[in-house]
């Protein structure tokens, strides 16, 4: 029995690691805290943390289920996922009477979501977790809703190489292909945006910011990564 316990505790000591956390046992299980103000009706989300149940690292689950993430938002906020295999929006997810309809829907990094709050002024929805530096996320041919899959935002900018490749040179890339367009969503207008990348050059540049997302389509499969340093 000790030794199954031993084996576990260093598990999730690699674990801890791997995502950047404190290793003591007594750190904090979700050190990073991100904050973001919603005005009213849609806006795009995404949470660029990866997020554990507990308060401490002994006894962190990672948990990036919408019922962990957001408890707190109000009453009939909907959340709505677009499904790429289907090329349709799943059923919205609804918080009512203190809990969502689906608590267990994810919302992981590289993952993105509408969100409609109903209340007459803004709402900060605040993601708690740890910057993975190693996060990815595949955009597949058609149309696909995605977001950063670790800290930091989207580079849609062409892919250049330096002249002296540097480590992590190309991390958090889009590398835009020809005929990709990103449909950006602003929240204050309500209305999208449309971004084209053509003959090598966009038509406007798509910015994406901290804990927004957006939807893509291509032609082109790719997978956008984290390639930059890990703090230790």
Same mark, same amino acid.
């Given at each position: 029995?000790?030794?199954?316990? =031993?084996?576990?505790?260093?598990?999730? =000591?690699?674990?801890?690691?791997?995502?950047?956390?404190?290793?003591?046992?007594?750190?904090?299980?979700?050190?990073? %805290?991100?904050?973001?103000?919603?005005?009213?009706?849609?806006?795009?989300?995404?949470?660029?943390? $990866?997020?554990?149940?507990?308060?401490?690292?002994?006894?962190?689950?990672?948990?990036?289920?919408?019922?962990?993430?957001?408890?707190?938002?109000?009453?009939?906020?909907?959340?709505?996922?677009?499904?790429?295999?289907?090329? !349709?929006?799943?059923?919205?997810?609804?918080?009512?009477?203190?809990?969502?309809?689906?608590?267990?829907?994810?919302?992981?990094?590289? !993952?993105?979501?509408?969100?409609?709050?109903?209340?007459?002024?803004?709402? %900060?929805?605040?993601?708690?977790?740890?910057?993975? $530096?190693?996060?990815?996320?595949?955009?597949?041919?058609?149309?696909?809703?995605?977001?950063?899959?670790?800290?930091? %935002?989207?580079?849609?900018?062409?892919?250049?190489?330096?002249?002296?490749?540097?480590?992590?040179?190309?991390?958090?890339?889009?590398?835009?292909?020809?005929?990709? =367009?990103?449909?950006?969503?602003?929240?204050?207008?309500?209305?999208?945006?449309?971004?084209?990348?053509?003959?090598?050059?966009?038509?406007?540049?798509?910015?994406?910011?901290?804990? !927004?997302?957006?939807?893509?389509?291509?032609?082109?499969?790719? %997978?956008?990564? $984290?390639?930059?340093?890990?703090?230790?």
């Amino acid at each position: 029995m000790k030794i199954k316990l =031993v084996l576990v505790s260093l598990a999730l =000591v690699s674990a801890i690691c791997a995502v950047g956390q404190p290793v003591g046992w007594n750190s904090p299980a979700n050190p990073v %805290t991100i904050p973001i103000t919603l005005p009213p009706r849609w806006s795009l989300i995404a949470n660029p943390l $990866y997020h554990n149940r507990g308060s401490t690292v002994a006894d962190a689950v990672p948990d990036n289920t919408v019922g962990e993430l957001l408890k707190v938002v109000p009453n009939g906020t909907h959340l709505l996922k677009f499904d790429h295999a289907t090329q !349709e929006f799943l059923p919205r997810n609804v918080f009512h009477a203190g809990r969502w309809s689906d608590p267990q829907q994810t919302l992981a990094p590289g !993952e993105g979501a509408f969100i409609f709050i109903p209340a007459r002024r803004p709402f %900060t929805v605040t993601f708690t977790g740890n910057c993975g $530096y190693n996060g990815s996320v595949f955009v597949p041919a058609g149309i696909s809703l995605i977001s950063s899959p670790d800290c930091g %935002t989207i580079k849609f900018a062409p892919l250049v190489p330096p002249p002296i490749p540097r480590f992590g040179w190309d991390s958090l890339s889009f590398d835009p292909q020809e005929g990709d =367009v990103v449909y950006s969503f602003d929240s204050t207008a309500q209305h999208f945006q449309i971004h084209t990348f053509r003959n090598g050059a966009w038509d406007s540049l798509p910015n994406i910011g901290v804990a !927004e997302s957006c939807f893509v389509q291509t032609t082109q499969p790719r %997978t956008i990564r $984290y390639t930059g340093p890990v703090p230790f």
